[in-house]
C-alpha cells in the first residue's frame, strides 16, 4: 500500500478542529487514557508516561505524513480538549495492508455526535486527499457504542470476527469486529 506523504494537515467540521498535538493537550488526553469507563474495551488504563507515549507518537506520523496519525480533537466554539480522531495504517493484522479510522473521547464529550462528525472528516480525507478505496474500523465484539458509531458512518460489519494479534486467544477483549467502507463511486 503506498500511502501519500503530504505537509500536515488540519482538518474542520461544523463543531470540531481535527489537528496536530500541542503539548498543553497531554494533561487532558493523559486524564481520558486514565479513565476506567473510556478504556472499558481497551486492556487497561494508560499511565502518564504510556499516554503521552501516544500522542508523540500520532504527532511524529502527522508532522512525517501530514496524517498518518490520529489527529488531537478540539470543540471550535470553546478550544476544549475532546480527544483523537483520525486514520491510522496498522501493520500485523489479519487484513493489513490497510487505514483504519478510528476514535478516542473523553466521556464529558460522549453522546453528542463527535465520534461520528470528526471520523466523517477523516473519511472524506482519506477518500478525496488521499485517494483510498476503502478504509476499515475494528474493535472489541463487545464495544456496542463504537460499532453504532460504524454503522452510522456507513461502513459494513464483516461476517467474520478476529482475534486481536496483541492479545492472549482467552482475552475477554482478543475477539474483534472488522468493519470496511469503500470509497463512493465518481460519477
Not at 470543540?75 to 493489513?96: C, K, T
Request: positive net charge; contains cysteine.
Amino acid at each position: 500500500m503506498d500511502l501519500a506523504l503530504l505537509p500536515p494537515r488540519t482538518l474542520h467540521t461544523a463543531r470540531l478542529q481535527l489537528r496536530q498535538w500541542r503539548a498543553q493537550d497531554l494533561p487532558a488526553f493523559a486524564a481520558l487514557n486514565a479513565d476506567p469507563e473510556v478504556m472499558r474495551h481497551f486492556p487497561a488504563v494508560l499511565s502518564r508516561a504510556e499516554s503521552d507515549a501516544i500522542a508523540l507518537r500520532c504527532q511524529a506520523l502527522i508532522a512525517e505524513r501530514g496524517w498518518g496519525g490520529f489527529w488531537a480533537v478540539e470543540e471550535r466554539r470553546s478550544g476544549a480538549f475532546v480527544g483523537m480522531i483520525g486514520l491510522h495504517a496498522p501493520a500485523h493484522l489479519p487484513f493489513s495492508p490497510c487505514v483504519e479510522v478510528g476514535w478516542r473521547l473523553a466521556r464529558a464529550h460522549w453522546g453528542k455526535g463527535y465520534a461520528t462528525e470528526g471520523a466523517a472528516a477523516a473519511l472524506r480525507f482519506a477518500f478525496e486527499v488521499l485517494g483510498l478505496e476503502e478504509v476499515v474500523s475494528f474493535t472489541s465484539v463487545h464495544n456496542t457504542r463504537s460499532e453504532a458509531v460504524m454503522q452510522r458512518l456507513g461502513m459494513r460489519r464483516d461476517a467474520t470476527t478476529f482475534l486481536h494479534p496483541a492479545l492472549p486467544a482467552g482475552h475477554r477483549l482478543a475477539e474483534h469486529c472488522l468493519y470496511r467502507i469503500q470509497a463512493p463511486a465518481v460519477a
